[in-house]
């Protein structure tokens, strides 16, 4: 594609909110709140357990009612340096440092495949555990965006805090996000207002609404 890019109808931006974790909380406040305004959003779920399915149901509901669910891997690792992995240091099997390319790409896989199986339209895009995209360590430390790339249409990661995703050079399955835990809704909106001069794609990423941990209001979510 030659030239700048211009959105469709002309549009000056696009805005994605993403929920990372499937909280209860999301379920109860930020779905309810997001379509009193009919808006749609990205769930990013860790399908863990036997009874998956039971989990995954309020999920399907979700999906049902035009949000998408995708993948959050099955077991959530991140960085064996985070305090929940303290207790058992180098020896916890499940932290990144830890893994190998083959052990992450069959957590991910799992994970599609629980998804996939109560909600057929889900799984398509990919959102990294604590934003990380690689592991184990030093000499041995490897990118799993290739891993990704393979299955999801697009991924998301973390990005710079003032910068959005260029629609022409962004990488589809690393895409750059703002964590939103911290932010008030004019500084989301602040970020919305300068991406639409770039005619750039911001990114959101939520936790917990209203409590628990890094949680937003539902006052800053809906502004």
């Known amino acids: 594609m030659s030239g ?6 002309g ?4 805005v994605s909110l993403t929920f990372d974790d499937g909280l209860p909380s999301q379920l109860k406040f930020a779905a309810p709140l997001l379509e009193k305004f009919n808006i749609r959003a990205t769930f990013y779920v860790n399908p863990r357990g036997e009874d998956y399915k039971s989990f995954l149901k309020p999920w399907k509901d979700m999906a049902d009612r035009g949000h998408e669910i995708g993948n959050h891997t099955l077991t959530h ?8 992995y303290r207790r058992e240091g180098l ?3 499940r932290c990144l440092e830890n893994m190998s390319l083959e052990d992450i790409k069959a957590d991910i896989l799992e994970a599609h495949r629980r998804i996939r199986e109560v ?32 299955t999801f249409l697009a ?11 260029s629609p022409l050079l ?11 835990h911290r932010m008030s809704y004019e500084e989301m909106i602040g970020l919305a207002v300068k991406s639409s001069y770039e005619e750039r794609w911001a990114i959101y990423t939520f936790h917990n609404v209203n409590g ?3 949680s937003v209001s539902d006052y800053d979510l809906t502004g």
Do not use: M
């Open 91 to 93: 020896q916890n099997p």
């Open 77 to 84: 690792p991140c960085s064996c340096n985070f305090q929940v």
């Open 170 to 180: 962004c990488d589809l399955h690393e895409l750059w996000s703002w964590p939103a």
């Open 11 to 14: 549009k000056k931006l696009a």
């Open 155 to 165: 991924a998301r990661g973390w990005g710079e805090p003032v910068c959005a995703n």
């Open 212 to 214: 628990g941990y890094l």
């Open 119 to 150: 909600i057929p339209e889900g799984s398509r895009t990919f959102a990294y555990p604590c934003y990380q995209t690689y592991v184990g360590r030093g000499k041995t430390k490897k990118s799993y965006v290739p891993i990704v790339a393979e």
């Open 4 to 9: 700048p890019f211009k959105w469709p109808e």
